[in-house]
Every structure is written in structure tokens, then in C-alpha cells.
């Protein structure tokens, strides 16, 4: 690891200085070296400057991964603007809420979501320019292509000189009694981030870093790509995971390291064996959360080496692990840089051995998020008695190691993303003949969770689940879309009339429970 705390784009100009000819993307067969990257998004800072971006001004990037989200993402920051990934995914009210919330000016979007953005346009009032990738355009908005933009940009070099305290992502992470809250990491907090990552990897320069995570997640940005600026190693960047395709993908561009959720790992060993699988290249794969079962059927099979760990969007990896001789299920030892305990419901410690929510602070200044982004009421709750809270329960053991028992507060994670109970259940009650409803974690065979919906009705109304989960496509991200439903004649609720949702988990499938996975209910299924 070269040089000290840097933003991406002077981390990625002193690469470019040490090494122009050196591959720093690797995407879909073509290469990109460093030097070629620093001169590409130098002239489309200097284009995005004459559209009128600068310092401060919140820049949405709504893209799958390609090589565009890094030009966007690098060029803006040598401007001084504030990046808000956006999941491709959103829609509807989620969309809307996001882009508002950030008073985000700039939006770079795909062509294909166009019409996702065209139905939230009235309620989005500060935007004022769309950068389209592709061809297309809505009204009410300036639209300029990215080609065009990034063909009219001068080559000449930025002067901005970097507040490494400031800005420089804004990541919606989920609610649970309220709205998403944008999270705002500063510049320093990206890069330590990204160090952490490539020192518990062992990542250099000559390593080849894969990921087919989403870059709109904090985890292809900062724990790959900032390690991999970091270190002057290579990103091996993939549209999406493919289950079928990965060890080819892999073996194309001789990874050494992939970073993976536990929920891909379920998926690829149901998949049949190839002759890919053992090839002789080394890789290292960062999988969180892992189960002890995952990790002895992966090695197994693969002869993998892993590291692991436990962390939040507001604080980063507080723990880290690899996983050999590492107790089944833990999720690793409290990072050197952060401060780790587990408290009871007043913040007191929990004896070693008994249930509490993780509480975390850094031994290093500027390395957890800032602030949530204009609430300093849900700033001052999270981080109450000098620790920030994370609403997950867990459990240590007697030598030190912590491992993950549930979530306290009502986020449902599901195939790599953060779901908020919250606003899924505001979306839901829009159906028509929905009274009220209630989401919940159901434990799934990939990992992590699958979700259920129950519901109940306004009087007279009926249930058709093929029509809701038709209407369900159309207005939810796809990843919210429960698998499981049933209506109830009433939910289970507290004396003051909170739902209780742990009655609820505990009688999770019923003969009544509808799983769009089978198209059937439980007890037709069985």
C-alpha cells in the first residue's frame, strides 16, 4: 500500500503516475489501464463542470455496473460533488423519496429506467439534468447523452483541492420506523475503508480483484474499488452474477481475489460441477454472513480461502476474520481500528456469552459516517452514549469472537440487500382491499432472508395472490416482492397497539401461507 489518505480521484492520478500502462478495469474483454482511466475522467470532470456541476451539488448515478459508474463517480468527485448511488431497482415512492431526500441536481440513469424516473419527475423538484446512458429522454428535464458529454470534455488538468473531511457518497441505507436515511461517509472514510479491506485481504498491486456485486453498494465501491486504488492492483468488473458463468468469468480473467454474499455461495454450490472449478490460480473470497456449513461445503469443494466479517453502511467492517480455525458462525474479532461491544436495552455491557446489540466507535477520527443526511435527530439516536448503535443483536464468546444473531430493529436482508419493513409495508398497503400489513424475516435456504407479507383486508374485499404479485412487478423493486403471503383476520399487536411481530416470525408458514416460489399454499405444497 502506497501514499495516505487520498480521494478516488487522486488515488487513481497516483497510479496513473506509477504505473500509466498497468490494467485498472478489466470489463466485459476490454481493458482500461490507469493512465487512460486519469485522462478520461479529467475530461469529463472539465465537461460536467461546463453543464454546471460543482462542489457540493449531489450527483445521482442510477446504472448497473459498466465502466460509465466509475467515469461518473471518479469525475465528480474531482469536482467536489457528492455521489448518491441509486439501486437500479428502485421505483414508485422509493425512487422518488432517494432522489428528493438528497436534492440531488444531477441524474445519471440508463436508458432503460428512464420511464421510472419520467413517473417520479414531478416529484423530484431540484433536479434539473439528466446524463443518459444510451439514447433517450424525458420532459420537464434537460437531457444530454454521455457520449457527447464525455466527447466535449477538455483534457486539461482540475485544480480542486479536496476536503478529505467533506462529502463524498451519500448511501441510502434501509429504515425501519421511518424513511431510508442517507448515510454520508467523507472521503476519508472511503479510504479507510478500502485499506482495511486490501490489508485483511493481503491485496497488492499484481493481485486481479473480481466482483459482480452492484456498484451502487458500498461494498463494490469501497471494500473493491478503493482497495484496488489503493493498492494499484486491477478491477475485474461483471454485469451481475451469474451463477452458471462465474468460475468461467473467473478463469477469463485470472482473479485472484472475488468478493461474494453468503447468499451466492448457497446459489453456485447447487449449481453442477464444471472442470473451471479447479483451475490452479489462487482466490481469496470475502463472503458475509457466512455459516459454518458454508464454509466447509465451499472449501470442499473449491479448496477456497475466506475472510469474513461483520459491519454496517454507517460504520464499516468492525470485525474481520479469516476463516480458518475460526468458530462455526462467528463473524470474527474486533477490528484493531474499532471499539466493539454488545449492550443490553440501557446500554450497559453484556456479560460474555449472553445476547446484546453491537455498539461500535472508531479509535480513528473520520472513519464512520458523518451524519445521516438532513436528520440530526436519527444522527443524535444512532449515536447515543458515545457509540453508534446498530439496531443487530449479537453474541461473544468467551475467547473474544462475535457472532450475528438477529437484527433488533425490522431491516429484512435478502439476497445481498437491505430491506426496510418500513416503507415495504407503506408500498403494500396500496394494493387495493389491503387494510394493513406487516413484513417479516423468514429464514431462507440460500442465506440471509426471504420475506413475508400478512395482511388484512378491508371489509368485502377479497385475494387473488397471481394478481397481486402481477400488480407486486410493477410497483415494488423485485427484491422487496415477498415470496411469502397470508392473510390474517387481524395482526397480533401489543396493548399499545404495536404489532407483534416476533408472534408473527413464530408462526412463520402456515397452512395458510401462500409461496410464490411453489404457486401454491404450504399445505398444498407439502
Known amino acids: 500500500m502506497t501514499g495516505g489518505i487520498r480521494t478516488v480521484d487522486q488515488l487513481l492520478d497516483d497510479r496513473a503516475a506509477e504505473r500509466p500502462e498497468h490494467p485498472f478495469l478489466l470489463f466485459a474483454g476490454e481493458s482500461t489501464t490507469y493512465g487512460e482511466m486519469a485522462q478520461r475522467t479529467t475530461r469529463l470532470a472539465n465537461a460536467l463542470a461546463d453543464l454546471g456541476m460543482g462542489a457540493g451539488d449531489r450527483v445521482a448515478i442510477m446504472s448497473g455496473n459498466r465502466p460509465e459508474f466509475l467515469d461518473v463517480w471518479i469525475a465528480s468527485t474531482r469536482l467536489g460533488a457528492v455521489e448518491v448511488p441509486v439501486n437500479t431497482a428502485l421505483r414508485g415512492r422509493f425512487l422518488s423519496y432517494l432522489l428528493a431526500n438528497a436534492g440531488a441536481r444531477f441524474l445519471v440513469v440508463e436508458a432503460e429506467l428512464l420511464e421510472h424516473v419520467a413517473a417520479v419527475r414531478d416529484d423530484v423538484p431540484d433536479l434539473e ?39 463524498a457518497v451519500i448511501g441510502y441505507t434501509s429504515g425501519t420506523t421511518g424513511p431510508s436515511k442517507g448515510v454520508v461517509l467523507s472521503h476519508r472514510a472511503a479510504w479507510y475503508a478500502g485499506a482495511d479491506a486490501a490489508v485483511e485481504r493481503g491485496l497488492t498491486r499484481d493481485d486481479v480483484f473480481s466482483t459482480s456485486l452492484p456498484l451502487f453498494h458500498l461494498n463494490a465501491q469501497h471494500l473493491t474499488t478503493v482497495a484496488v486504488l489503493i493498492t494499484g492492483a486491477t478491477l475485474a468488473l461483471e454485469r451481475r452474477f451469474s451463477a452458471s458463468g462465474f468460475w468461467e468469468s473467473l478463469a477469463a480473467v485470472r482473479a485472484t481475489h472475488v468478493n461474494v454474499i453468503g447468499a451466492m455461495l448457497g446459489i453456485m454450490l447447487r449449481q453442477p460441477p464444471t472442470p473451471v472449478e479447479w483451475t490452479d490460480y489462487p482466490r481469496m473470497t470475502f463472503a458475509g454472513p457466512l ?45 484493531p481500528h474499532f471499539e466493539v461491544d454488545l449492550v443490553d436495552d440501557d446500554g450497559n455491557p453484556v456479560p460474555r456469552g449472553e445476547v446484546g446489540e453491537f455498539v461500535t466507535r472508531p479509535r480513528r477520527a473520520g472513519s464512520m ?123 397480533p399487536r401489543t396493548p399499545t397497539q404495536r404489532v407483534e411481530k416476533y408472534r408473527l416470525r413464530a408462526d412463520a408458514r402456515t397452512a395458510r401461507t401462500w409461496d410464490a416460489q411453489r404457486g401454491a399454499y404450504l399445505e398444498e405444497s407439502q
Open 291 to 335: 455459516t459454518g456449513e458454508l464454509v466447509r461445503e465451499a472449501r470442499r469443494r473449491w479448496n477456497l480461502g475466506f475472510v469474513t466479517g461483520y459491519g454496517a453502511t454507517e460504520s464499516g467492517i468492525v470485525t474481520y476474520a479469516g476463516t480458518d480455525g475460526l468458530p462455526d458462525g462467528s463473524c470474527g474479532l474486533a477490528s
Open 129 to 167: 439534468t439528466l446524463i443518459v446512458l444510451g439514447a433517450g429522454r424525458i420532459d420537464g428535464v434537460r437531457c444530454v447523452a454521455f457520449d457527447e458529454v464525455l466527447a466535449s470534455g477538455a483534457e486539461a488538468p482540475l485544480t480542486q483541492t479536496a476536503d478529505l473531511t467533506a462529502p
Open 369 to 491: 459516517m458523518t451524519r445521516y443526511w438532513g436528520d440530526p435527530e436519527k444522527t443524535v439516536e444512532a449515536f447515543r452514549d458515545l457509540w453508534y448503535h446498530t439496531g443487530d443483536l449479537g453474541r461473544q464468546d468467551a475467547d473474544g469472537y462475535f457472532f450475528f444473531v438477529d437484527r433488533k430493529k425490522d431491516a429484512i436482508r435478502r439476497r445481498g440487500e437491505n430491506i426496510s419493513s418500513f416503507e415495504l409495508e407503506q408500498a403494500l398497503q396500496e394494493y387495493p382491499g389491503i387494510a394493513e400489513a406487516a413484513v417479516i424475516a423468514v429464514d431462507s435456504e440460500l442465506s440471509e432472508d426471504d420475506v413475508k407479507a400478512c395482511f388484512t383486508l378491508v371489509p368485502d374485499a377479497g385475494f387473488d395472490p397471481a394478481e397481486f404479485f402481477a400488480w407486486a412487478a410493477d410497483n415494488i423493486p423485485r427484491f422487496m416482492i415477498p415470496r411469502y403471503v397470508e392473510v390474517l383476520d387481524q395482526l
